[in-house]
């Protein structure tokens, strides 16, 4: 048979069973008129054999009850309720509990006929047949009623016959009530069927059906222990698989045919029943099991050795629903059966194709078994139902099936056994190579042996040197709690030697019994657990210990030993206990201290509680305080109070100040400090308000007096310098004039005038440098001053600085030196040359000044974070404390020594100053006294300047405020300005006016905490009014007043 052909008989008989299993016979079929009985001895009749079926002779009447009687359906009444059998097509009623059948027998013949009937469905049936004279006949036997209780104690293929004698030439009325077993009927047995057998050899064909049948199971059960023999012999699973199956086949003969019944287990029908399901759901597993090993599905088809495997298991469910209704359960076995049959035929197709030759006989085999089933069902259509041979050809397959596999299974393991030769072959040429790699691999596991025993003596010495000389207390314990090993430790720690512990336990040394038992616990838990442990305790000396046992692995992965280390943590508790300490005593000042405290959540704006000096403030009683929005106490809107503490909860400003509201309607200025504190989980903020309402009234009278000192100063200032500019012309008249005489062109000049002239000289150019200071202080100060940056080598700049004044006022008797370190030989510094040489030389000019003869100036430098630090260092008269504080203001000269002899101006160094603020560093002075030299250091940033080229800059708390008209245009340009409300405008505007500068910058900064969105605009401000632009703030801000 070619693969065409096998794929073409799989798919006709596949189809037939399909059909057949799916209640094909129960289709629609035209209705033909119902014979009124059957009729025996009929002239053209075949001989009498049988079976006959009696399906259209039967009428049948529901018992919906169940409780009628033979002399009920019998009566008048009851007669003309009978219908014809259509249960065929309709099916049993689903109410019914029972139904009685009538059928008329007219034996025709000479004879007196012996009848054999069969009924379906058989779970109880009683027969009844009324003769002319005497009692009527009841014979009583079903698949449920005990087999010692049969009248008629005969079956055939499973189903009871009953016997009835019907006398020549009469017509005889027989009625057969059926009890209904709902739960157990099965597609075949949903419609109620009858066959007659007029052979007068029933009684032998039984019993050689029964001869054949002890045969046919004889040989099952011979080949079952035959095949397990077998298996015990070769131990080959397939084997074993195959052997219980045969062996289930057996006994499932042996239930199916009513043997167990009659033999077995008489008494117990229902259990023979369900035992027939349980066997029909138990052979297929073996069977499945033994397909899985015989074609090798694991290997060579694994997907499909997964999808067996699911089948295989599936049997639950059928096996579930027997359980519950064991009729559906037999509709759901056979569909099962269909399932896993059609799979294992189309895989052991696939595994032929594959090449394996024993997947040919395994085919043959169960194509014999579908074959016979098909030639059984199609026994009543072919009409040779009275067959011995097509009564057991279902067996005969299975014969054929057992006899084939066992073939093929012989075939399999000679197949086995040469590719397990062919395999040894291989193997064994493998096994030398392997044996030579394997040599050479324990040549080098030998070498990594000895370096990895090396590697770990060596570890073992580190831990032994790091844990003799640890601070912490070290400990190795094994299973039983022994001590493996201490450090010295221990010894500080116990009182106890260290050679007293090895190989004893805490409780053989002696330690208290609760601390034995923490121990112990510990040390199970990590040797069970696998995982570090912690444990706590104080030791009777009052010591806290933290102990960490972590577990040691051995390479297998098991835990070997427990190591533990302990940290003295007796500070750590005290600092706990005085937390806790310290926290009452916060609680207590909270509640009785004089200032007003109060404690907010910061996310929702509601105060959580408050002391007793709010509760007096305010006017609030303590209960009214829990749960208060803040808004009720400060009116501002609530996104601004949230702002403000937001700042407060993520930033270090911790200050502010608002407008209270008082519980009787009073406004009181007040200032808050708020600090961030845990509170149960969360974080909330601590405020303390201190009540400045006197206060600021005093704050506004000293500003009002502090802006009329700034106005007079600036006006002192403005009239400087317009005497400067008036003085320099004549200033420069009487310079020329003097050089003039002193150049002795008009004339010589004697000593007198000469000294005259001298005199003249010296004085006007002290009051021009005098004059030029408070002129370049006055811009410094009061004007725009452009910085414009470059690169300077710094080297360069130290070197004609150092030039500069070696030229012109170095004494012959000073020393004058420059170093630098390696790293800034090279380095370039981003600042504006002309001023910073003009700071050097300023601060050379003054150690050169106040440097007595034999003295050092030396100049270095240094990189600190993005800072380049100059410093000038001198060893000359030094400068006390006292002074060093007034020593940058305006006009201030040390009275002291050699200062008192050296003419000065005292703007010097405040010019100088002003210089390197300009660049956004800093200047300072550094002296330990009178007579210790001095230096001064100035820093000029290098992250930040390097971005302000061209650009003035001021600096004012480490800030950058841009004071160029063209780089303000350009920033604001790029963010659309938000301005405040027309009151704010309005009282802006009316500050400007009145050049109020500080009381501008106040206004400032409450409008960037009221709302984010005037950032722009104060800072936009902040900037004019930090160069006192008053002028412009004006402008600006009518400007948007006109636009309102």
């Not at 000289?761 to 200071?773: M, Q, T």
């Not at 370190?821 to 380095?827: G, K, S, V, Y």
């Not at 050092?856 to 410093?871: F, K, T, W």
């Not at 405020?961 to 409300?981: G, K, M, R, W």
Request: overall charge negative; proline content about 5%.
């Amino acid at each position: 048979m070619n693969i065409r052909h096998f794929l073409g008989l799989n798919i006709l008989v596949w189809g037939y069973l399909i059909i057949f299993c799916c209640g094909a016979a129960s289709a629609d079929v035209p209705v033909r008129a119902q014979p009124s009985a059957f009729v025996i001895g009929q002239q053209g009749q075949v001989a009498p054999g049988g079976p006959y079926s009696l399906d259209e002779m039967l009428t049948i009447l529901p018992d919906v009850n169940g409780d009628w009687t033979l002399d009920d359906v019998t009566s008048a009444a009851f007669t003309d309720r009978f219908q014809p059998n259509e249960t065929a097509r309709s099916g049993l009623a689903a109410d019914a509990r029972a139904y009685w059948v009538r059928l008329n027998i007219d034996n025709r013949s000479e004879y007196d006929e012996a009848v054999f009937l069969q009924f379906v469905p058989a779970f109880v049936v009683d027969l009844y047949l009324r003769p002319p004279s005497g009692e009527p006949i009841h014979q009583h036997a079903g698949l449920f009623v005990p087999f010692a209780e049969w009248t008629f104690p005969l079956s055939d293929f499973r189903y009871p016959l009953f016997s009835v004698t019907i006398p020549k030439l009469t017509t005889q009325t027989l009625y057969a009530r059926l009890a209904i077993e709902p739960r157990w009927l099965n597609a075949a047995e949903r419609q109620i069927t009858a066959t007659i057998r007029l052979s007068k050899t029933v009684l032998r064909d039984v019993a050689n059906f029964r001869y054949v049948l002890g045969v046919m199971v004889g040989l099952f059960l011979g080949l079952g222990l035959y095949l397990f023999v077998v298996f015990l012999s070769v131990r080959d699973r397939a084997y074993l698989y195959f052997s219980i199956y045969v062996l289930l086949y057996s006994l499932l003969d042996i239930v199916g045919y009513g043997i167990a019944l009659e033999w077995l287990w008489p008494g117990a029908p229902r259990w023979n029943a369900f035992s027939l399901l349980l066997l029909m759901l138990l052979i297929a597993p073996p069977f499945i099991s033994f397909s899985q090993l015989y074609l090798q599905t694991q290997t060579v088809m694994p997907r499909l050795h997964r999808l067996l495997t699911l089948i295989k298991w599936s049997y639950l469910v059928p096996f579930g629903v027997v359980l519950i209704a064991p009729g559906r359960g037999d509709d759901l076995i056979q569909i099962w059966f269909i399932v896993a049959s059609l799979i294992l035929l189309s895989i052991a197709v696939k595994s032929w194709r594959q090449g394996f030759q024993p997947a040919r006989i395994y085919l043959s085999a169960n194509l014999a078994l579908l074959l016979s089933i098909l030639l059984y069902n199609l026994t009543p259509i072919l009409g040779f139902s009275g067959s011995l041979f097509l009564g057991y050809c279902v067996d005969l397959g299975v014969l054929i099936q057992i006899i084939l596999s066992a073939i093929g299974l012989a075939q399999r393991i000679t197949i086995m056994r040469q590719e397990k030769d062919r395999t040894q072959t291989t193997l064994l040429q493998l096994a030398q190579e392997h044996t030579r790699l394997i040599q050479e691999q324990n040549r080098l596991l030998e070498q990594e042996v000895a370096e990895r025993t090396y590697a770990l003596q060596e570890s073992e010495e580190r831990f032994r040197a790091l844990a003799e000389n640890s601070l912490d207390t070290i400990m190795r314990f094994d299973r039983e709690y022994r001590h493996l090993y201490v450090n010295p430790v221990v010894e500080t720690l116990t009182g106890l030697p260290v050679n007293a512990f090895p190989g004893k336990t805490h409780a053989e040394l002696g330690f208290p019994t609760r601390l034995v038992a923490l121990w112990e616990e510990s040390i199970d838990s990590v040797f069970t657990s696998g995982q570090p442990h912690r444990i706590e305790f104080e030791l009777p000396t009052h010591i806290w210990l933290d102990w960490l046992l972590i577990p040691e692995r051995a390479p297998d992965g098991t835990v070997r030993t427990v190591l533990a280390s302990a940290r003295d943590i007796t500070e750590y508790k005290h600092a706990v206990e005085a937390l806790r300490e310290s926290e009452e005593r916060f609680r207590n000042m909270f509640e009785r201290h004089s200032a007003v405290m109060l404690l907010v959540n910061p996310e929702t704006g509601r105060i959580i509680t408050a002391n007793q000096a709010a509760v007096n403030y305010y006017g609030y009683s303590a209960e009214a305080f829990q749960g208060m929005p803040i808004t009720q106490i400060n009116h501002l809107p609530f996104e601004n109070i949230h702002a403000a503490m937001q700042v407060a909860t993520h930033t270090q400003q911790n200050y502010f100040q608002f407008q209270h509201h008082l519980a009787d309607g009073t406004v009181r200025e007040v200032e808050v400090y708020s600090t961030p504190i845990p509170f149960q989980g969360q974080q909330m903020l601590f405020s303390i308000i201190h009540d400045i309402t006197e206060r600021k009234r005093v704050e506004e009278a000293l500003l009002q007096a502090k802006e009329a000192a700034e106005f007079a100063n600036l006006s002192k200032t403005n009239f400087l310098r317009s005497v400067s500019h008036e003085l320099r012309t004549p200033l420069n008249h009487i310079l020329g004039f003097a050089r003039i005489l002193e150049s002795q062109t008009s004339g010589a000049l004697n000593p007198r005038q000469a000294k005259y002239i001298a005199t003249i000289l010296a004085s006007s150019d002290h009051l021009l440098k005098l004059i030029e200071d408070i002129l370049m202080l006055s811009q410094l100060d009061f004007e725009k001053t452009d910085v414009y940056l470059s690169d300077i080598p710094l080297k360069r700049l130290l070197e004609n600085s150092v030039k500069t004044i070696r030229e012109k006022d170095l004494k012959q008797a000073l020393t004058l030196t420059i170093k630098l370190p390696p790293e800034l030989e090279t380095a370039t510094i981003k600042a504006d040359q002309r001023k910073l040489m003009q700071v050097l030389f300023q601060l050379l000019t003054n150690a050169v000044k106040f440097t007595p003869d034999g003295g050092a100036i030396v100049v270095d430098a240094e990189c600190n974070g993005e800072d380049i630090v100059i410093r000038v260092t001198d060893t000359g008269i030094g400068i006390a404390p006292e002074d060093q504080e007034h020593i940058f203001a305006p006009f201030y000269q040390v009275r002291s020594g050699l200062a008192n002899k050296t003419p000065g101006t005292g703007l010097g160094l405040p010019i100088a100053r002003r210089l390197v603020e300009l660049h956004g560093g800093k200047l300072w002075v550094s002296s330990t006294g009178p007579g210790a030299g001095s230096c001064f250091s100035f820093s000029v940033p290098q992250g930040v300047a390097s971005q302000m080229e061209n650009a003035y800059q001021r600096f004012d708390d480490s800030s950058i405020v841009f004071q160029d008209a063209e780089a303000l245009s350009a920033t604001s340009a790029e963010v659309e300005i938000t301005p405040p409300p027309r009151a704010d405008l309005e009282a802006l505007h009316e500050m400007a006016i009145l050049g109020k500068v500080f009381e501008i910058q106040e206004h400032l900064q409450r409008l960037e905490v009221q709302d984010a969105r005037y950032k722009l605009f104060a800072r936009k401000v902040w900037v004019l009014a930090k160069a006192f632009e008053v002028q412009q703030i004006a402008t600006m801000v009518k400007s948007y007043l006109d636009q309102l």
